[in-house]
Nanobody, 125 residues
Framework: QVQLVESGGGLVQAGDSLRLSCAVSGRTISNYAMGWFRQAPGKEREFVAAIGRSGISTNYLDSVKGRFTISRDNAKNTAYLEMNNLKPDDTAVYYC??????????????????WGRGTQVAVSS
């Protein structure tokens, strides 16, 4: 059974930084493309960032390009989302996802097989 557990969320001020972690258990993370999604109150879940199995291919939501960085440490079975210069619009529950079926970074949530329960990020102005 594959489990994903997010951590690192919190309440910060605009301009601050956070680093989210996604710890994977049950199978080695090197078998998965990994992604981060978020859902703000009253809105649909949206893609934020993704990384392929090798760590070479990445993809980002336009509004986070240059501020967020996705990475992975296969030795630690963990994926990360480094978030800098946070804005109030980044406030959401952030979810980690793993795709066994695809090798490269995926932006569509239907292509992910496993999901974490989420971690809350709140950015005050």
């Amino acid at each position: 059974q594959v489990q994903l557990v997010e951590s690192g969320g919190g309440l910060v001020q605009a301009g601050d930084s956070l680093r989210l972690s996604c710890a994977v258990s049950g199978r080695t993370i090197s078998n998965y493309a990994m992604g981060w999604f978020r859902q703000a109150p009253g809105k649909e879940r949206e893609f934020v960032a993704a990384i392929g199995r090798s760590g070479i291919s990445t993809n980002y939501l336009d509004s986070v390009k240059g501020r967020f960085t996705i990475s992975r440490d296969n030795a630690k079975n963990t994926a990360y989302l480094e978030m800098n210069n946070l804005k109030p619009d980044d406030t959401a529950v952030y979810y980690c996802a793993a795709s066994l079926r695809f090798t490269y970074a995926q932006t569509t949530d239907a292509r992910y097989d496993y999901w974490g329960r989420g971690t809350q990020v709140a950015v005050s102005s």
